[in-house]
């Protein structure tokens, strides 16, 4: 694992999701703590379904990429304030059957020593055609 980085900056975020669309996990470890957080933006907890630890972490984020094989996070904007972080995008991906989501969504980072301790998603929930709006 690399050298620890003093500050996490938008620089970092941005290159955390470049590693995101390259599907690159280890890359993407690489940002994280050892013992990091994964807050899924779905699941059935309140939180989404929760990954703690690296090799949990790894395994969750590694699921992104089997649910949605051409995942990626477009429009990337950041925002860092101390421990505290924010990346706003566009996520676009096409589920194994054919449906193909493209939503808005954020992430919500929590920093330590350098790194991410947590990454907590979110993103939009559309509809299908024809189902109504709540």
Not at 16 to 38: G, K, P, Q, V, Y
Not at 100 to 113: I, K, M, Q, W
């Amino acid at each position: 694992m690399p050298e620890a980085i003093h500050e996490v900056t938008t620089e970092t975020l941005q290159a955390f999701a470049e590693a995101w669309n390259r599907h690159d996990i280890d890359a993407l470890m690489s940002f994280m703590t050892e013992d990091c957080i994964f807050e899924a933006s779905a699941g059935s907890a309140v939180c989404g379904t929760r990954y703690v630890g690296r090799e949990s972490v790894r395994s969750g984020f590694a699921e992104v990429w089997a649910t949605f094989p051409d995942a990626r996070w477009g429009n990337a904007r950041h925002l860092v304030c101390g421990e505290r972080g924010v990346s706003e995008w566009t996520f676009t991906g096409t589920r194994a059957d054919g449906t193909r989501v493209e939503v808005h969504g954020c992430d919500l980072f929590t920093f330590r020593d350098g790194r991410i301790a947590l990454k907590d998603s979110y993103r939009k929930n559309r509809p299908a055609a024809g189902t109504p709006k709540r």
